[in-house]
């Protein structure tokens, strides 16, 4: 069964340092997310990235957060400047498109000290 | 913006037993909503879906059920088996699978043998 893939599965970080966040999504689908859970939360939309460009984002992408599909096949979120609260599970997603499912993968645990 | 609240946040069953959960959202425009199932270390999964256009939804073991005046709509497992165990997330969207997802906050079921 296709699935998406992200790594790490756990990346530890400096306060301030940059990280990138990595998803290889489903083959043939179109649309891509990424959405994080902070531990003890509630999973929360991040963006949402069509035909080369986001197209929603919620409040909690700001400037800090950025994502790319360099290549035909991996999907990034870059947090700049991480902080604390950037600790959180992120989880990448796919969508093919019509009416069909969107799968998950298995999610990057960020821990920031 | 959408407000999705899941209850119980823990549910303890004996196996053999059904489990029910419950989610009540605030936009009545939302018109999609998916149930996942979270195991440890894994990615949320979808195992059932139900769009606003019918009120019941059925796939073995699990069915959902929409209450569309009321803005809620629960997911019901009968003859519960030690594997149902994982957390279990209901959402809420406006259009498909690709739109914004709204999560709840989990309901972790423990099925006990």
């Known amino acids: 069964e296709p699935e998406v893939t992200q790594t790490p599965s756990h990346q530890v970080t400096q306060m301030g340092q940059e990280v990138i966040l990595r998803c290889v999504p489903i083959?043939?689908?179109?649309?891509f997310y990424w959405y994080r859970q902070i531990l003890g939360q509630k999973v929360e939309f991040l963006v949402s990235f069509y035909n080369n460009e986001i197209s929603e984002k919620s409040e909690i992408f700001d400037d800090q957060f950025s994502v790319e599909r360099p290549d035909g096949s991996n999907f990034t979120l870059k947090i700049r400047s991480t902080k604390l609260e950037d600790s959180a599970m992120y989880f990448c997603a796919s969508w093919r498109g019509g009416n069909t499912e969107a799968f998950f993968g298995q999610g990057t645990r960020l821990t920031v000290v | 913006g959408e407000n999705v609240e899941q209850h119980p946040s823990t549910l303890s069953v004996q196996e053999g037993d059904s489990a029910v959960i419950k989610c009540t959202y605030s936009?009545?425009?939302?018109?999609?909503f998916p149930w996942y199932k979270q195991e440890l270390g894994k990615g949320p999964q979808l195992i059932i879906d139900i769009r606003s256009n019918v009120g019941e939804k059925k796939d073995q073991r699990i069915a959902v059920t929409l209450n569309k005046t009321a803005k809620h709509f629960s997911l019901h497992i009968t003859e519960t088996q030690p594997e149902d165990s994982a957390v279990y997330f209901c959402a809420a969207s406006k259009g498909n699978a690709g739109n914004m997802l709204t999560f709840g906050g989990g309901t972790r079921l423990m099925v006990k043998p």
């Open positions: 936009d009545s425009a939302s018109n999609y």
């Open positions: 083959s043939n689908h179109l649309y």
